[in-house]
């Protein structure tokens, strides 16, 4: 007997090798049933990718909207602030030039929808609106942020020597806010 032939009473601890049948041979070698099967394989994957890139994205949106959200009433209600601080003396003096200069920086703003300054009997000093401004920026109580029509908008007091002096209101724009959502 040679090396590495089989006899009936070598068991499976032999280390002989196993010769498989033809005809097994030929069927766990199909060509259509290992394509069948890598194929199946690969659409499997695509799958569980796909389906962990939506859960994925799905959960990035979750955590950045209302993270923007936030955002952007915080500048709502701080550009009111500020508008308010840097047109007191424009407001006081109801100098429409010194007011214009005030808010140049605001109207560079893309979040920036509209910002109104009146004086302390309602009559309007300056205006900005980004096409057509159909909210009141006036309504509502004094510093609280509102969401209308697709912005938030608040109003606050223009002080000056502790008298109030006038209004100003600020309407920032929810267009980040939608955008994210078309996104999504």
């Known amino acids: 007997m040679t ?15 196993v010769v498989l049948d ?13 394509k069948l099967v890598l194929t199946a394989f690969i659409v499997f994957v695509l799958l569980g990718a796909s389906a962990l890139s939506f859960v994925l994205v799905s959960r990035i949106f979750d955590q950045l ?5 936030r955002d952007l009433q ?15 003396s ?6 429409r030039d010194q007011i214009r200069a005030a808010v140049r920086e605001i109207l560079e703003d893309d979040d920036v929808e509209a910002e109104r300054v009146t004086d302390g009997a ?17 309504r509502g109580p004094a510093g609280e942020v509102s ?29 980040r806010l939608r955008a994210g959502e078309e996104l999504r």
């Open 90 to 95: 424009g407001v006081h003096l109801r100098d």
């Open 22 to 34: 033809p005809a097994q041979r030929a069927r766990i070698l199909s060509t259509a049933r290992l």
């Open 3 to 17: 090396h590495g032939e089989r006899t009936p009473d070598d068991g499976p601890q032999s280390g002989a090798q």
């Open 65 to 69: 909207t209302p993270a923007t959200a």
């Open 122 to 138: 309602g009559d309007v000093l300056f205006e900005h609106a980004r096409g057509e401004l159909g909210v009141d920026l006036f």
């Open 74 to 88: 915080w500048k709502a209600q701080r550009g009111a602030v500020e508008l308010a601080r840097s047109t007191e």
């Open 147 to 175: 969401d209308r029509g697709g912005a938030y908008v608040t109003w606050v007091d223009v002080v000056a020597d502790g008298e109030r002096v006038g209004k100003v209101g600020v309407a920032i724009s929810q267009s």
